[in-house]
């Protein structure tokens, strides 16, 4: 089966209504179908996409791009993802063990089996060592990133927006122009967002991770055309590599929808 049919005929737990349904339900009329295979929902890479996809939500509206997502977790940890980062609830489904991604042949990760440790424990321990950037690509410098600014990347945090993000004190996105400038990326800008990310899954780890064996567990990126043609994927190798372009992990549209402000 091609990843159309694969993702045609799954059918998993809607997080808005706890109903099983088709994973591609009501795109019948879209002009595109972006399908966001997502690792545990509770993961920096999942959060951090679904503020990407918020971001430019009115957009993806007027172009008629219907955005449908699976994350792992149950249906808890759903509710409380969509609560926390904006995403509908209507468009996000959860699979519990990643039969999905195992379906799509997604990256698993790191996976040692370290003797005397069951699988939640020999997860977190390949979870730490690609967080080290073994077998995860690309994860240490995008960290850095984060932290030093990216002028490709545009600014994160309005002038006027509130950020309160774990042991720091609330800081408006003014504050960044002091070590920075405007109109783009600016240092410590992406980290102080992905440090707020931390703290809120960190104070719901039980309801956001609701088995810890899949933490290593990568996702992908797949979008269709109104027939069902693949236009373009994107399959994640390591932790905070959601996108082939990290600097704006949407700009791959721009190349496959008809718009000229796209991003």
């Known amino acids: 089966m091609n990843t159309y049919a694969i993702l045609a005929h799954t059918q ?3 997080v808005s209504d706890g109903e099983t349904v088709p994973l591609l339900a009501g795109c019948e009329q879209a002009a595109q179908v972006l399908v966001l295979v997502w690792p545990q929902l509770g993961d920096f890479d999942s959060l ?12 993806l509206h007027q172009q008629n791009i219907a955005v449908r997502a699976v994350g792992i977790g149950d249906r808890a940890s759903g509710q409380k993802f969509c609560a926390y980062t904006g995403f509908a609830s209507e468009h996000l489904l959860v699979d519990e063990t990643a039969a999905l991604h195992r379906d799509l042949g997604l990256y698993q990760g790191l996976t040692l089996k370290p003797p005397g440790l069951n699988p939640g424990q020999a997860a977190w321990l390949n979870l730490m ?4 950037g073994m077998a995860s690509p690309g994860t240490l410098r ?3 990133r984060g932290y030093t600014g990216d002028r490709r990347a545009p600014q994160l945090i309005g002038d006027d927006e509130v950020v309160k993000a774990g042991p720091l004190p609330p800081l408006t996105g ?6 920075g400038g405007s109109g783009f ?4 800008e992406l980290a102080t967002l992905r440090l707020r990310n931390m703290t809120e899954v960190l104070s719901h780890w039980s309801t956001y991770v609701s ?3 899949y933490l290593t567990q990568r996702g992908g990126t797949f979008l269709f055309d109104g027939d069902g043609d693949l236009l373009y994927e994107h399959r994640d190798r390591g932790i905070l590599g959601f996108a082939a372009t990290m600097a704006n992990p949407l ?13």
């Open 12 to 14: 998993r737990q809607r």
């Open 48 to 59: 951090e996409y679904a503020w990407w996809l918020q971001r430019e939500a009115e957009t």
């Open 129 to 132: 060592l690609m967080c080290a």
């Open 142 to 144: 995008e960290v850095l």
């Open 174 to 179: 003014k504050a960044f122009n002091l070590v």
């Open 185 to 188: 990326q600016r240092p410590i």
């Open 211 to 213: 088995n810890a064996a």
């Open 251 to 263: 700009a791959f549209l721009a190349d496959h929808v008809p718009v000229t402000n796209i991003l």
